[in-house]
C-alpha cells in the first residue's frame, strides 16, 4: 500500500477488539447498555422476605368453629355458677375475673355464651362497683356510712349470687336470660 490509498484522517491503527466479544465496526456506536432484571425465584422457594404470607393474601385469623348448642349452653351456665362461687369466696372483689376469661374464649363460638357472658360479666362488675363504693363511703363518713353500705353490700352480694344461679338455669335451658338490677358497662 503505498501513501496515496490512505485516506485523509482515517485511523489505520487496529482498533482493540470489544471486551463482550462482538466485532464492532470502526467507527459505529456502541450499543446501549441493557440492565438485566434478577432473575424471578422459583415458585416453590420462600419469598425473600421470609416465610410471611404473600401480598394480598389472607392474614386474619379463621374463625373458630360454632360450638354445638348443647355445649354451649353448658359453658353459660359454667360462667354463671362458677362467677357464683368466686363471688361468695372472695366477696365480690374478684368475682368478674372467670366469667370476663371465659367470654374472651367462646364468644366467637355460640350467641348463647356471648350474651350470657356480658350478662355475668355486667352483674359481677355492678357487684365490684358495689363493694368497693360502700367501702369508700364507709370510710369517708367516719365509719357512719357502713351502717348503710354494709346491708347494702351485703344485700347485693346476695342479690349476685341467687340471681347467678337462677341466670344459671336459664342458661342451661338456652334461653337470653336478661339480668336486672345491673350497670350495662357490655352491651
Do not use: C
Amino acid at each position: 500500500m503505498n501513501d496515496t490509498d490512505r485516506t485523509e484522517g482515517a485511523d489505520t491503527t487496529p482498533e482493540a477488539a470489544p471486551q463482550d466479544g462482538s466485532s464492532a465496526q470502526p467507527g459505529a456506536a456502541e450499543p446501549p447498555a441493557i440492565e438485566q432484571a434478577p432473575s424471578p425465584q422459583p415458585s416453590d422457594a420462600p419469598p425473600a422476605g421470609g416465610p410471611f404470607p404473600p401480598p394480598g393474601g389472607p392474614t386474619a385469623q379463621p374463625m373458630p368453629a360454632r360450638m354445638l348448642e348443647s355445649e354451649a349452653r353448658n359453658w353459660a351456665m359454667l360462667i354463671h355458677i362458677i362467677a357464683a362461687a368466686a363471688a361468695l369466696l372472695s366477696l365480690g372483689t374478684v368475682s368478674w375475673v372467670v366469667p370476663l376469661v371465659l367470654w374472651l374464649i367462646y364468644r366467637e363460638r355460640s350467641a348463647l355464651i356471648e350474651h350470657h357472658g356480658k350478662q355475668n360479666l355486667n352483674l359481677q362488675l355492678t357487684l365490684l362497683v358495689v363493694m368497693v363504693g360502700g367501702v369508700i363511703i364507709g370510710f369517708a363518713t367516719l365509719f357512719i356510712g357502713f351502717f348503710v353500705t354494709i346491708p347494702a353490700m351485703i344485700l347485693y352480694g346476695l342479690y349476685s349470687i341467687v340471681i347467678s344461679f337462677v341466670a344459671g338455669v336459664k342458661a342451661n335451658h338456652g334461653e337470653y336470660y336478661r339480668i336486672s338490677l345491673i350497670i350495662p358497662f357490655l352491651r
